[in-house]
């Protein structure tokens, strides 16, 4: 379903077991990421009110999210750690050039997004299945079907506002990229790492 070329590696299950508290730190930040790519698009895409509806619903539930994981941080008796950069999403940003007209960019910031929420929703799969901690095994559960609606309504706007074999085109060409990307990744305790 999520069109993704090459699947996480089980055994990144094992590297986030290790530390649990990175992923939680690295997730919680994830979520706040995801709230400020939704106000983002609202405040540069003003002129679509289908899409500020949905951006609106979105960052409030990325912050509910991130308060989420806040929470299970602070129950494990840790703090949020320091903020990070995402090095799968520097380089992800990396596909389309920048500029071209204000459609053209907007089809490509969704197109990162559905692809970002669609590689969480596989690791969070992954977690839920692999992980041994079966309460937060469940919580990521919820979480994955959170992020496959994330990912189908980012890819549903792209198709919506731009030539859908255009868009259907760059989608393609964007996961062939982003496996490329992942052949080397998946060797630290964060979500997209």
Known sequence: MLGLKLPTDPR?????????????TDHAYCEQKAASTAIS??????????????????????MGHFKMVHDRIIVRGETLGKYRKDEYVIELMKFFPKGGSRITQLIHRLLYA?????????????????LKDKELAEFYHKLMVSEASHYTMFLKFARMYGKRDEVDQK????????????????KKETVHG
């Open 114 to 130: 559905a692809l970002i929420e669609a590689r969480s929703c596989e690791r969070f799969r992954l977690l839920s299945e692999e």
């Open 41 to 62: 698009l609202i405040v540069t895409f003003p002129e679509y009110p289908e899409l500020v509806e949905e951006m609106i619903a979105l960052s409030r539930e990325e």
């Open 171 to 186: 989608w393609k060409e964007l996961l062939v990229y982003e496996a490329d990307i992942m052949k080397n990744l998946g």
């Open 12 to 24: 990144w299950v094992n590297i986030v077991e290790k530390n649990i508290g990175e992923i939680l």
